[in-house]
């Protein structure tokens, strides 16, 4: 077991001083409490049934994605042994039969990982939202993640996310941004998660293919949520997500970077897919010289650019108007096509 780094924690955290402090710092902490009150969080403490009944009285039908995993997979949805595929089967199905299902697998001694991956409760379960607000994102739409034992190996979001266990215990090893190399990112394109993955898996490192993953070890922080307890993971953080008991759910909050509320095309991620495609005959001297550019237009890691050149010739640089935007897409657009 590494010896993880502990994240900060807080009992009582205003809305205020979470946007105002704690955000923009861009490192993680744990918030106890966040959703005590909630009646979804009530009912996860008294027991799984009672959880899942509240739950019910929401529902109207619908179908939800669902995950399967095999015994075999240990748990972990992941790829197959080859990459030319996942360890798991998808699938939609109703609601109320995968609730009941979660219940009935509870006292196997041999099961499949089940999940409920990303559902929007609003579809699922109008109404429960409602049931259940925060004042830290009235304008935020959550989704829902509902399991037994399950593993989601080490990924990151291209949002600021505040993630809130409400039911079961779920623990959660983040590693900063920096440790990215070390942590053997698999494809951009093809990933079990939604997001690229590490390679490596946290249970069983095997530290002679990856060996830098060690340095990453020591970087790591841990911490274990129960219901009603929040972890804010900032943005391109990497987080490894382990549920530990037979009943599990998380809510949990993207509100800006590729989450964001009216968030257009290009994403981050698209950027970069755009940069490997027009940068990858390049040689690593002449990388090295585009990485100085980035720097100053993009990450403005000397002078600001915008600090000296008049505002009406700032273009991509200063504010645009989204006529501008949708010009500048247009002419990208073309360019592509060729």
Request: glycine share 6%.
């Amino acid at each position: 077991m590494a010896d993880y780094r502990q994240i900060p924690e807080f009992n009582d955290l205003s809305v205020g001083q979470f946007f105002d402090q704690i955000a923009p710092e861009q490192k993680p902490v744990v918030i106890r409490g966040f959703a005590r009150h909630w009646p979804l969080v009530t009912a996860a403490q008294q027991s799984p049934e009672d959880w899942v009944r509240y739950l019910l009285q929401f529902y109207q039908g619908q179908k939800a994605r669902i995950l399967l995993a095999p015994p075999e997979a240990n748990k972990r949805f992941y790829y197959n042994g080859d990459m030319t595929g996942v360890n798991y089967l998808a699938g939609d199905e109703r609601v109320d039969l995968f609730l009941g299902r979660l219940l009935e697998l509870m006292d196997r001694s041999v099961y499949p990982a089940i999940s409920l991956q990303n559902g929007a409760p609003e579809n699922l379960l109008p109404g429960l939202v409602e049931d259940n607000p925060t004042p830290f994102f009235p304008d935020v739409t959550p989704r829902l993640w509902v399991g037994n034992e399950g593993i989601v190996s080490a990924h990151y979001d291209g949002a600021d996310n505040m993630a809130c266990v409400v039911a079961g215990r779920r623990r959660f090893v983040l590693f900063p941004p920096a440790q990215t190399g070390n942590l053997y990112p698999g494809p951009l394109n093809f990933t079990p998660a939604g997001a690229p993955t590490s390679l490596v898996d946290l249970n069983h490192p095997d530290f002679e293919r990856y060996p830098r993953f060690e340095t990453a070890l020591a970087n790591a922080y841990s911490a274990e949520l129960g219901p009603g307890d929040a972890i804010f993971i900032p943005m391109l953080w990497w987080h490894h997500v382990e549920s530990l008991e037979k009943v599990n759910a998380l809510m949990n909050y993207w509100w800006n970077g590729s989450s964001a509320k009216g968030a257009t095309p290009p994403s981050p991620i698209d950027s970069l897919n755009i940069a490997l495609l027009a940068m990858r005959d390049l040689s690593q001297t002449q990388r090295n010289a585009w990485r100085h550019l980035f720097d100053h237009y993009l990450f403005k890691q000397g002078v600001d650019p915008a600090s000296y050149i008049p505002e009406h010739q700032q273009h991509v640089l200063g504010p645009i108007s989204p006529d501008y935007a949708r010009a500048i897409k247009d002419h990208f657009v073309e360019k592509l096509k060729r």
